[in-house]
Nanobody, 123 residues
Framework: QVQLIESGGGLVQAGGSLRLSCTAS????????MSWFRQAPGKEREFVAG????????SFADSAKGRFTISRDNAKNTMTLQMNSLKPEDTAVYYC????????????????WGQGTQVTVSS
């Protein structure tokens, strides 16, 4: 049974930082690209950042470039999203997702999803 478990969400003031983690089990982790998506109330789920199976490639939404970094540790089956200079518009539920293949920005192709973790940025 595949599980993706997110952690690290919370409440932070604008300009602050948060570190989200995703721990995976039940899948060949290094064969999957891993991504973060987010969904704010009343909005569609959107791609935030992704990292290839071996970590050699990354991709970021324009809203995340320069502020967020993504990394993974295949020995520990974990992926991390470091979020700096947070803004109120970053407030959303953040989801970890796994795709057998390359990084994709379209959520529909992802094979597995976590339950999500809430990130709230106050102004």
């Amino acid at each position: 049974q595949v599980q993706l478990i997110e952690s690290g969400g919370g409440l932070v003031q604008a300009g602050g930082s948060l570190r989200l983690s995703c721990t995976a089990s039940g899948l060949p982790f290094s064969m999957h690209s891993m991504s973060w998506f987010r969904q704010a109330p009343g909005k569609e789920r959107e791609f935030v950042a992704g990292i290839s199976g071996r970590g050699g490639s990354t991709s970021f939404a324009d809203s995340a470039k320069g502020r967020f970094t993504i990394s993974r540790d295949n020995a520990k089956n974990t992926m991390t999203l470091q979020m700096n200079s947070l803004k109120p518009e970053d407030t959303a539920v953040y989801y970890c997702a796994a795709n057998l293949g390359s990084i994709r920005i379209y959520s529909g192709v992802y094979d597995y999803w976590g339950q999500g973790t809430q990130v709230t940025v106050s102004s």
